[in-house]
């Protein structure tokens, strides 16, 4: 069998599992053909990391900055200046035309949005950067050309939309939000998962698959080497279920990913799954699913773990996590354009101990975004709020969840709004009446120039350690992706965590005090090779021959990694 009726055969195999037994040549030969894979294609690597210790992503919009110039090119500029060699990908949320929900209703795929800049300033992007893009693969909005054909009964947007009835029992499906789910649409009613200017697509319709992958097959044509599968756990609907994780929307998942790497090797499909832990860790799949999945349990937990005080539930979930095979990696977060999710803390934290910290984040000036449960009553989704607000503007602790969250197995992300101090911006969210407009800030450059041009300045003083972190973090090869990492059993006070590199050739004991009270530990209890020599990262201090006990300052770090040995020959 010859390479191409090897992928003809695997891609056969997926829309088997999506749409069940039946003749599927025509649509295989259609999606091979939307992405030019007849012409040419590699062999992916099997179990290839595409990612090391000098993995760093931003996370930002397009305009997060603006100028006179266009948004695309300020950024550019921006990250040239201020985080070359501190960050390598660059996530620019959704930078297609759109009508809602800042960009995640798209109503055209194949187009950069005008006010931002066009293709040629995303491809000097992806030119000096990995180039990190959304896939808005759930929903569209009502205002692109599909959803305009659905509205007059034409194909093929005619087929593209879900429709279901108001008497339908649709008591299982999971609500991400507190608006109604079906959209009135002239006599029909039509599935809206996040809002009625989202239109949820009709992925049981073979020839939307087709015309998604012709926007993939641009996308990467354009630079893009990183997707992130927006809201795919939404992506397939079959009444009487919960509608959310169905075996389809996996299917699917493992389809991209053979589509892609067989065009770019070295792409990287990132699923983002707001949902329960355990839900979140079956994207991987058999290592044929997603490449990486978003840690959503992190932020909540660490920000739960900081404001009490105590790391006993963040140590729990850590200690329960599988480590990612080769191939496979976690994306860790603290902060993104949405909300601090509270469904990945679901059965790690209580109701009550969410209530709390839904509380907690109240007095610190944020908002509260719920969802709607199958009896009608709501619960909280999301926390809104900018996190360096959210640690109360204390400085230490807000770094201190930095430097947990750059030493844990996996690779780093940091929101542009973090890297700078921004804080709560509640203009903007009371203009818009979006909760999620108070961690959406968008800066002048000059102003934000002038701020960064003062080293006492917050937002100066916040890039400058928080760079430093990153450079640290990037020339230790224990904090590889996929290096071991072992839970540290240190009391609740002291949260730590262990790395050696993947040739076991550097360690580092990873300890941070996550109280704002002074702590002392016995060094006994690190296990420290006692051969070795030993010296803190972060502070550059050798560590004592004869010290006996570490003693740390409120929420102070220390990573302790030992100092390579040169051996004579």
């Known amino acids: 069998m010859s390479p191409l009726e090897n992928l003809l055969e695997k891609v056969t195999r997926h829309l088997t599992a999506i749409y069940g037994e039946g003749d599927h040549e025509a649509l295989r030969d259609s999606l091979v053909d939307a992405m030019q894979l007849r012409e040419h294609f590699y062999h992916p690597v099997p179990y290839a990391n595409h990612w090391s210790e000098k993995t760093v992503t931003l996370i930002t919009y397009g305009d997060s900055i603006l100028s006179e110039e266009r948004p695309l090119v300020v950024l550019k500029k921006f990250v040239d200046e201020h985080l070359a060699g501190t960050i390598d990908t660059v996530h620019i949320l959704p930078y297609f035309p759109w009508t809602a929900d800042d960009g995640f209703a798209v109503s055209d795929y194949l187009s950069v949005n005008p006010p931002l800049g066009d293709w040629s300033d995303i491809e000097a992007i992806s030119a000096d950067y990995r180039l990190m893009s959304d896939l808005v693969v759930n929903h569209c909005s009502a205002s692109h050309e599909w959803f305009r054909q659905y509205e007059r009964g034409e194909e093929p947007g005619a087929s593209f939309f879900i429709e279901a009835s108001p008497c339908d029992d649709l008591s299982a499906v999971t609500r991400p939000r507190t608006t109604p789910l079906l959209r009135p649409t002239g006599d029909k009613h039509v599935w809206c998962t996040f809002g009625h200017d989202q239109a949820d697509l009709n992925f049981a319709e073979p020839r939307l698959l087709i015309e998604l992958v012709k926007i993939i097959r641009a996308h990467l044509d354009h630079g893009v080497s990183t997707f992130r599968l927006d809201a795919i756990a939404f992506a397939w609907k079959e009444i009487g279920t919960s509608c959310i994780n169905l075996p389809q929307t996996h299917e699917l998942v493992r389809l991209f990913r053979t589509l892609i790497e067989h065009v770019k090797p070295d792409a990287v499909l990132i699923t983002e799954t707001n949902v329960p832990n355990r839900e979140n860790l079956s994207y991987f799949g058999n290592f044929n699913e997603a490449h990486s999945i978003y840690n959503f349990s992190l932020p909540p937990l660490l920000l739960h773990g900081l404001t009490t005080g105590s790391c006993l ?40 101990q969410i209530d709390e910290l839904v509380d907690t984040m109240k007095e610190n000036g944020g908002f509260v975004s719920g969802r709607t449960l199958p009896d009608g009553s709501v619960r909280p989704y999301e926390i809104n709020i900018s996190l360096y607000d959210a640690f109360g503007g204390n400085e230490d602790r807000f770094l201190c969840a930095h430097t947990i969250l750059l030493a844990l197995e996996g690779m780093p992300a940091l929101y542009i709004h973090s890297l700078l101090g921004t804080r709560n911006d509640y203009a903007k969210a009371e203009a818009s009446g979006h909760n999620r407009h108070i961690n959406r800030h968008q800066w002048n450059l000059s102003t934000l120039e002038t701020a960064l041009a003062d080293p006492q300045n917050p937002h100066a003083r916040t890039l400058s350690k928080l760079k430093e972190l990153i450079k640290i973090r990037t020339e230790q090869p224990a904090f590889h992706p996929n290096a071991t990492q072992f839970t540290l059993h240190m009391g609740d006070e002291i949260f730590g965590f262990w790395r050696q590199s993947l040739d076991r050739g550097q360690n580092i004991f990873c300890l941070h005090n996550i109280t704002g009270i002074a702590q002392t530990i016995p060094l006994g209890s690190v296990n420290l090779v006692a051969t070795d020599d030993w010296m803190d990262l972060l502070s550059g201090e050798d560590l004592a021959t004869d010290a006996t006990e570490l003693t740390f300052t409120p929420y102070q770090s220390m990573w302790l990694a030992s100092k390579p040995k040169f051996l004579p020959y």
């Open 313 to 352: 539930y963040l140590r729990r979930w850590l200690m329960s996590m599988p480590p990612a095979m080769p191939g496979t990696t976690y994306f860790n977060f603290l902060a993104s354009h949405d909300g601090i999710g509270l469904r990945p803390a679901e059965g790690l934290l209580t109701d009550e």
